[in-house]
């Protein structure tokens, strides 16, 4: 392996222990996910709602 290769991968290392804990955080308590299965109707017109925010 190259030095620049070796020292991208532990960089990448050092930055996943940072955000680990945020990501867990965002994905268990933030992220409102729907109750059940969305129709592909109902997928399109909540992604199209986002975009006109």
Do not use: C, N
Request: glycine content about 6%; charged content about 25%.
């Amino acid at each position: 392996m190259t030095l620049a290769l070796i020292t991208a991968l532990a960089w990448y290392s050092r930055i996943g222990r940072r955000v680990w804990f945020w990501e867990l955080w965002q994905f268990f308590l933030v992220l409102h996910r729907p109750k059940g299965p969305l129709t592909v109707r109902e997928f399109w017109e909540r992604g199209a709602q986002r975009e006109e925010r």
